[in-house]
T-cell receptor
């Protein structure tokens, strides 16, 4: 595709519900990242997929967070039993190889009531 | 893991003046240092990057310097313009091996 696509763009959910956020990276990009950005804050690393290597999950804040990636294609970030502090914009980014520019999606804005 | 500190958190300059944003990193093995610009409500976009085999890189009004010994790098914007107003993020990684870790960002305001 032309760019990194994320869905939904906005999600409002109730505390305790599970949510799934989707990322379609640029075709052919082997690296895929998820970041969390709270309002007015920085980019907090969550998880990193690189080709067929085991993902780097070192940034996941708790076991309520998980992510999967199908080959070098779509990735899904799942947040179970959402809490109010999970409210943030979740940004996905992809990269052509192991080096170079990250291309970000528009993000999924999650609001937990 | 890598830790990146960035300062200042906010910076206001008059149009035409220069702006400097500084970052330090913790992992001496890091070898890739990009800078991203995020305009209000938009996605971050790469503006310049530098690898550890060079000490300085320029692209028009933007330059980045790297001091590997001190483990710090800086972004310099000259002749600032209102459209430079944005949040700027520095980042560091060991390319191909570790995830890209970002600083907390600097909100730059250029006053016309």
């Amino acid at each position: 595709g032309a760019g990194v696509s994320q869905s939904p763009s906005n999600k409002v959910t109730e505390k305790g519900k599970d949510v799934e956020l989707r990322c379609d990276p640029i075709s052919g990009h082997t690296a895929l990242y998820w970041y969390r950005q709270r309002l007015g804050q920085g980019l907090e690393f969550l998880i990193y997929f690189q080709g067929n290597s085991a993902p780097d999950k070192s940034g996941l804040p708790s076991d309520r967070f998980s992510a999967e990636r199908t080959g070098e294609s779509v990735s899904t970030l799942t947040i179970q039993r959402t809490q109010q502090e999970d409210s943030a914009v979740y940004l996905c980014a992809s990269r052509a190889g192991s080096t170079g520019e990250l291309f970000f999606g528009e993000g999924s804005r999650l609001t937990v009531l | 893991g890598e830790n990146v500190e960035q300062h200042p958190s906010t910076l206001s300059v008059q149009e035409g003046d220069s702006a400097v944003i500084k970052c330090t990193y913790s992992d001496s093995a890091s070898n890739y240092f990009p800078w991203y610009k995020q305009e209000l409500g938009k996605r971050p976009q790469l503006i310049i990057d530098i690898r550890s085999n060079v000490g300085e890189k320029k692209d028009q009004r933007i330059a980045v310097t790297l001091n590997k010994t001190a483990k710090h790098f800086s972004l310099h914007i000259t002749e600032t313009q209102p459209e430079d107003s944005a949040v700027y993020f520095c980042a560091a990684s060991i390319q191909g091996n570790t995830p890209l870790v970002f600083g907390k960002g600097t909100r730059l305001s250029v006053i016309a």
